[in-house]
């Protein structure tokens, strides 16, 4: 009865770790077909956190003016407005979201946003030393959705962030695909890029 009951718990592991392995093969497949179907981005997606990334995209959209501009949890949002006011950029292209509390919920506070605007490429914006855990983040979020991204990162002197804090984010973004849920409750500081 013991031998039956232990094959019983080793092949539900084994088919549940299957499933999600499975699950985690199938993100490359919907970012190629992402980038098939939408070769070039469709939108400016700025990660909130320093008001250079939001300069650096006022230029950058002035040479794409057909493109949307989702800016996630800036610091001071009024300014934001004014900033893309003053590059003669249009209300209708801004899109300002207030609800991230971090850079995982930068993307998740916006994920649904996008499918629902069928968005299947866009332009991550954020600064150098944020580039790796964002694109880390955007491979797990953005590609487990569907959509396909092209980083570009703006100059900072900053130092570039650890490799524990692009690992528990990873994680954090693997718990959201599973559960619905950030984790961010769970973190004692706000951790905004």
């Known amino acids: 009865m013991k031998q ?10 084994l088919a549940l770790a ?9 993100i490359p497949v919907r ?18 956190g320093d008001p250079a990334r939001e300069n650096f995209t006022a230029e950058l959209a002035q040479w794409y003016p057909s493109l949307q501009i989702w800016i996630s949890s800036p610091p001071e949002p009024d300014k934001t407005q004014k900033l893309f006011q003053s590059a003669k950029i249009s209300n209708t292209r801004v899109h300002i979201d207030r609800r991230a509390v971090d850079t995982v919920t930068n993307f998740t506070s916006l ?8 968005l299947q490429h866009l332009y991550l914006i954020t600064s150098d030393y944020h580039m790796p855990r964002a694109r880390a983040i ?9 959509i396909a991204f092209t980083p570009v990162s703006v100059p900072s002197n ?17 718990f959201w695909i599973f559960t ?14």
């Open 31 to 48: 970012l190629t077909t992402a980038r098939i179907q939408a070769p070039l981005p469709q939108a400016f997606f700025i990660l909130g």
């Open 18 to 26: 299957g499933f999600i392995l499975t699950l985690l093969l199938i």
């Open 138 to 146: 955007a491979t797990i979020i953005l590609g487990s959705q569907g």
């Open 158 to 174: 900053q130092p570039k962030e650890s490799n524990l804090r692009i690992l528990r984010d990873v994680c954090r973004s693997l």
């Open 180 to 193: 619905g849920r950030t984790g961010a409750s769970f973190q004692s500081t706000v951790d905004l890029p």
């Open 111 to 118: 994920v649904s946003e996008f499918q629902e605007k069928h």
């Open 4 to 13: 039956i009951s232990y094959l019983i718990k080793k092949y539900w592991i």
